[in-house]
């Protein structure tokens, strides 16, 4: 609704505020959910992520410039009559396509380490977001681009894209200005004639934010965003936990190791092995983690996974790891097994999310994995309550309530609310013996094998 009704206003009248005329004109081309739905739709008639601006206009709550670039596709489908719904999925497919060939013809030589820099690329979860309907595959292009450039000591355009990569990815600010202020460190002894240089990526960084200033009041409008999850948790540092960061990782729901294991073991240990030759991957490093805490502070941290496969808010590592093992990896016999290896697991993995097209609605759906620990050893899934409540209850609440899982039948596993005894009891017909009842609200797992 959002990105493509900013691509509707940019052609309709050159602005990104949703005028009248424009939402007649999406009433055509989207599904009648987006308008009726409370879930897509806010209390006051309007939709979730459009706000009424200091001016009266409804504006985006997202930045703008990814759907600016769609504008031309779009454009180019309506002038062909072909389907305008497309928009989004074309945008993506361009733009890691020609952030693809751009890499391999300036950064990558030589013909094995191309062939691995396309296999990790097109065999990775990042295609199953190509048809998502959203800015992913921009940010990952980004910074894909800007992690080469900032290897081959291009510090001013690296400095660019990740912070056109932020603009539609906040969390990425973290490595924007990171990259900014190693900037200024190599250009200490000299500063005064890079002062200019530091104030315009400076300023191009926090366009975004300029932006929300003039149109809400505010820097960034997440802040006073009226949805569940943010009326009960709100954006920020309160949200923030190591354990979450092991599930990012690790989660047998959204944890991108069980969707890309050579890559993230590979390209994890390449890249702390390469902290020992110069201090900026140090210091490179310590952004990333710093990056996968601020992609927490969004209370809906665990949201974004296109059906089977990793969150959103752990895709911006692969550029990392995909950086590091293709520069570790030699054309060499271990070399050639490991990209066997690699691409015979993706092979296995990638089908269990229907490779280019995944099914959405597996968002809400407990994973192969999940559900085969949770059918035989259920005790030792323990995640943060919301990731299995979601997918228990096959619902998006916004807030956590009891979910039960069950195999058939038969219960496996559930999370309960104090005060849902009599849910256990009507559900599962009795209550384990290591049901123990905490006071407060925060709820508690129970197994029943």
Same mark, same amino acid.
């Given at each position: 609704?959002?990105?493509?009704?900013m691509s509707?206003?940019?052609?309709?009248?050159?602005?990104?505020?949703?005028?009248?005329?424009?939402?007649?004109?999406?009433?055509?081309?989207?599904?009648?959910?987006?308008?009726?739905?409370?879930?897509?739709?806010? !209390?006051?008639? &309007?939709?979730?992520?459009?706000?009424?601006?200091?001016?009266?206009?409804?504006?985006?709550?997202?930045?703008?410039?990814?759907?600016?670039l769609?504008?031309?596709? %779009?454009?180019?489908?309506?002038?062909?009559?072909?389907?305008?719904?497309?928009?989004?999925?074309?945008?993506?497919?361009?733009?890691?396509?020609?952030?693809?060939?751009?890499?391999?013809?300036? =950064?990558?030589?030589?013909?094995?380490?191309?062939?691995?820099?396309?296999?990790?690329?097109?065999?990775?979860?990042?295609?199953?977001?190509i048809?998502?309907?959203?800015?992913?595959?921009?940010?990952?292009?980004?910074?894909?681009?800007?992690?080469?450039?900032?290897?081959?000591?291009?510090?001013?355009?690296?400095?660019?894209?990740?912070?056109?990569?932020?603009?539609?990815?906040?969390?990425?600010?973290?490595?924007?200005? &990171?990259?900014?202020?190693?900037f200024?460190?190599?250009?200490?002894?000299?500063?005064?004639?890079?002062?200019?240089?530091?104030? =315009?990526? &400076?300023?191009?960084?926090?366009?975004?934010?300029i932006?929300?200033?003039?149109?809400?009041?505010?820097?960034?409008?997440?802040?006073?965003?009226?949805?569940?999850?943010?009326?009960?948790?709100?954006?920020?540092?309160?949200?923030?936990?190591? %354990?979450?960061?092991f599930?990012?990782?690790?989660?047998?729901?959204?944890?991108?190791?069980?969707?890309?294991?050579? @890559? $993230?073991?590979?390209?994890?240990?390449?890249? @702390?092995?390469?902290?020992?030759?110069?201090?900026?991957?140090?210091?490179?490093?310590?952004?990333?983690?710093?990056?996968?805490?601020?992609? !927490? $502070?969004?209370?809906?941290?665990?949201?974004?996974?296109?059906?089977?496969?990793?969150?959103?808010?752990?895709?911006?590592?692969?550029?990392?790891?995909?950086?590091?093992?293709?520069?570790?990896?030699?054309?060499?016999?271990?070399?050639?097994?490991?990209?066997?290896?690699?691409?015979?697991?993706?092979?296995?993995?990638?089908?269990m999310?229907? =490779?280019?097209?995944?099914?959405?609605?597996?968002?809400?759906?407990?994973?192969?994995?999940?559900?085969?620990?949770?059918?035989?050893y259920?005790?030792?899934?323990?995640?943060?309550?919301?990731?299995?409540?979601?997918?228990?209850?096959?619902?998006d609440?916004?807030?956590?309530?009891?979910?039960?899982?069950?195999?058939g $039948?038969?219960?496996?596993?559930?999370?309960?609310?104090?005060?849902?005894?009599?849910?256990?009891?009507?559900?599962?017909?009795?209550?384990?013996?290591?049901?123990? !009842?905490?006071?407060?609200?925060?709820?508690?797992?129970?197994?029943? !094998?």
């Open positions: 609704m959002e990105y493509f009704g509707e206003s940019f052609i309709s009248h050159g602005g990104v505020d949703l005028t009248d005329v424009d939402y007649n004109k999406l009433r055509k081309y989207l599904n009648a959910g987006y308008f009726t739905d409370p879930a897509s739709t806010d !209390q006051n008639g &309007g939709f979730l992520y459009y706000m009424k601006g200091q001016d009266g206009r409804s504006y985006p709550v997202h930045f703008f410039f990814y759907s600016l769609s504008v031309p596709v %779009r454009l180019f489908l309506k002038f062909f009559y072909m389907d305008q719904l497309i928009t989004l999925r074309l945008t993506n497919l361009i733009i890691l396509t020609v952030t693809v060939a751009f890499i391999l013809k300036y =950064f990558i030589s030589g013909f094995f380490q191309r062939l691995v820099f396309l296999t990790l690329v097109y065999l990775s979860p990042i295609i199953f977001f048809i998502w309907p959203g800015p992913d595959i921009y940010y990952i292009s980004f910074l894909l681009l800007g992690i080469f450039l900032f290897y081959k000591n291009k510090l001013i355009p690296s400095i660019l894209c990740f912070g056109m990569a932020s603009w539609q990815s906040q969390p990425l600010v973290v490595l924007a200005l &990171g990259s900014l202020m190693y200024v460190y190599q250009n200490r002894k000299n500063l005064k004639n890079a002062i200019l240089t530091i104030l =315009f990526l &400076g300023l191009l960084i926090f366009v975004p934010y932006f929300n200033y003039w149109a809400f009041g505010v820097f960034t409008p997440w802040t006073i965003l009226d949805d569940g999850w943010t009326r009960i948790y709100g954006f920020g540092l309160q949200n923030v936990h190591v %354990r979450k960061l599930e990012q990782f690790f989660d047998l729901n959204i944890g991108l190791f069980w969707y890309a294991p050579i @890559l $993230t073991i590979g390209g994890l240990f390449a890249f @702390l092995a390469s902290v020992r030759k110069e201090a900026k991957n140090l210091w490179m490093l310590i952004l990333v983690v710093v990056t996968a805490f601020a992609y !927490q $502070t969004n209370p809906a941290w665990h949201y974004g996974t296109a059906g089977y496969g990793p969150t959103r808010h752990i895709l911006f590592i692969i550029p990392f790891l995909i950086y590091f093992f293709v520069n570790r990896i030699r054309p060499n016999l271990q070399g050639v097994f490991l990209l066997i290896i690699f691409a015979m697991s993706q092979i296995y993995i990638l089908p999310n229907s =490779f280019l097209a995944p099914k959405f609605e597996n968002s809400l759906e407990h994973s192969p994995y999940a559900k085969w620990v949770l059918s035989r259920p005790y030792l899934y323990n995640p943060t309550p919301e990731i299995f409540v979601d997918r228990t209850n096959h619902s609440l916004k807030y956590i309530k009891s979910a039960i899982y069950k195999e $039948t038969v219960c496996k596993k559930a999370f309960i609310l104090p005060g849902d005894k009599e849910l256990l009891i009507s559900e599962c017909g009795y209550i384990p013996p290591s049901y123990e !009842q905490k006071a407060g609200g925060e709820g508690m797992y129970v197994n029943y !094998q």
